[in-house]
């Protein structure tokens, strides 16, 4: 078995730190996803998006969507379902809205504020390491998920003890019960 870690930041914790990082590099993000997923993310989006487009959900919340990538490939894949971009970062979802995401929300993905049982479905592609407490970002995905909800998490990380020195990729789809 293959143990990951999340992405070392000593900023990991603090909020407005990452915030601040992300400011500074949202016009940069795109080109770093691609440079560091090796150009998968491209892939990876789109076998989300299509995913999603299967459980045929009448409303979903992207969270942490960055510059909107994600949301805007499920809303090609669900045109009749109300797609939300949520981040906790102003200038992403500046980034987002530029490629014509019409539905943003600024909101912390261990605080949202949405109510209880509100979405079909939620997405969080490559966030998930960046926020500042794990257990209760998906405390909240659940709480705002309708019972029979979906959640889907696409990140990818370093492998603690790669096999053979190899990079590898897991797959793991499922379905939140409430």
């Given at each position: 078995?293959?143990?990951h ?23 940069r993000y795109?080109l770093a ?5 090796g150009?998968?993310d ?19 919340l ?37 490629k ?29 390491r ?12 659940a ?6 909800g ?24 499922g379905s939140?019960?409430?």
């Amino acid at each position: 078995m293959t143990e990951h870690s999340p992405a070392a930041s000593p900023t990991r914790t603090d909020p407005a730190s990452i915030r601040a990082v992300f400011s500074g590099i949202a016009s940069r993000y795109d080109l770093a996803n691609h440079l560091l997923s090796g150009g998968l993310d491209f892939y990876w989006r789109s076998v989300a998006a299509r995913t999603v487009g299967a459980w045929g959900p009448r409303r979903v919340l992207d969270l942490a969507t960055g510059s909107g990538d994600l949301a805007l490939a499920i809303e090609k894949q669900c045109p009749a379902a109300e797609v939300v971009g949520a981040d906790f970062c102003e200038p992403m979802l500046d980034r987002a809205r530029a490629k014509g995401l019409r539905n943003t929300v600024v909101a912390d993905g261990t605080a949202l504020p949405f109510a209880d049982a509100s979405f079909d479905a939620v997405t969080v592609a490559f966030g998930l390491r960046n926020m500042a407490d794990y257990p209760r970002a998906i405390s909240e995905m659940a709480r705002v998920l309708h019972p029979g909800g979906h959640l889907l998490i696409l990140d990818f990380s370093l492998p603690t003890r790669p096999l053979c020195g190899r990079r590898t990729a897991s797959t793991c789809t499922g379905s939140y019960r409430g």
